[in-house]
T-cell receptor, first 113, second 111 residues
Framework: DTEVTQTPKHLVMGMTNKKSLKCEQH?????MYWYKQKAKKPPELMFV???????INESVPSRFSPECPNSSLLNLHLHALQPEDSALYLC????????????FGPGTRLTVT | GQQVMQIPQYQHVQEGEDFTTYCNSS?????IQWYKQRPGGHPVFLIQ?????EVKKQKRLTFQFGEAKKNSSLHITATQTTDVGTYFC???????????FGTGTRLQVFP
């Protein structure tokens, strides 16, 4: 199984809502990532987890809160988002942190109203 | 900070023509990866290059890593409509643990 799954596929939320994005992989990968991608732009790294511990936080605003409950799951909790946070949120995983390919999920298309 | 630029930004070709995208990093890279993202899709890994001057081929695709490990290229021979998408290079530098994506080149192929 070389698949990374993400739910939901689409999400529309108001600026006062709280929601969560979920990501799952069953490849035994030890590194997991959250990226944000705006239209016609490259993916921008947000967070990296390695062995279930937060390894990198790219100075992401606190309204985004990552969580790694176990080695297969990665969540992104959203609270008090702004319209400019509307984007495609991609989850990825890799065998390890360095010099290895990343497997991306299909993404969650988020719209903040 | 580290920057990875790609040219051209867009390329429209007739089916059967060749296509090349160039990737340049502001810092020396430990490795470079290439990904393809179809319209409405997600990035899919194509290949990784690690050695200076390395050249790898996948059918009609040829990937090259520069001698100074600061640039790379992807060449597609005889494009097909299935090659449509955005091609991203992504590099890791020696002093960071993260992959930095290039700006991408969007390829459109007309039949």
């Amino acid at each position: 199984d070389t698949e990374v799954t993400q739910t939901p596929k689409h999400l529309v939320m108001g600026m006062t809502n709280k929601k969560s994005l979920k990501c799952e992989q069953h490849m035994g990968h030890r590194a997991m990532y959250w990226y944000k991608q705006k239209a016609k732009k490259p993916p921008e790294l947000m967070f990296v987890y390695s062995y279930e511990k937060l390894s990198i936080n790219e100075s992401v605003p606190s309204r985004f809160s990552p969580e790694c409950p176990n080695s297969s799951l990665l969540n992104l909790h959203l609270h008090a988002l702004q319209p400019e946070d509307s984007a495609l949120y991609l989850c990825a995983s890799s065998q390890d942190l360095y010099r290895v390919e990343q497997y991306f999920g299909p993404g969650t298309r988020l719209t903040v109203t | 900070g580290q920057q990875v630029m790609q040219i051209p930004q867009y390329q429209h070709v007739q089916e059967g023509e060749d296509f090349t995208t160039y990737c340049n990093s502001s810092t020396t890279l430990s490795n470079i990866q290439w990904y393809k993202q179809r319209p409405g899709g997600h990035p899919v890994f194509l290949i990784q290059l690690v050695k200076s001057g390395e050249v790898k081929k996948q059918k009609r695709l040829t990937f090259q890593f520069g001698e100074a490990k600061k640039n790379s290229s992807l060449h597609i021979t005889a494009t097909q409509t299935t090659d449509v998408g955005t091609y991203f290079c992504a590099g890791e530098s020696y002093n960071t643990d993260k992959l930095i994506f290039g700006t991408g080149t969007r390829l459109q192929v007309f039949p």
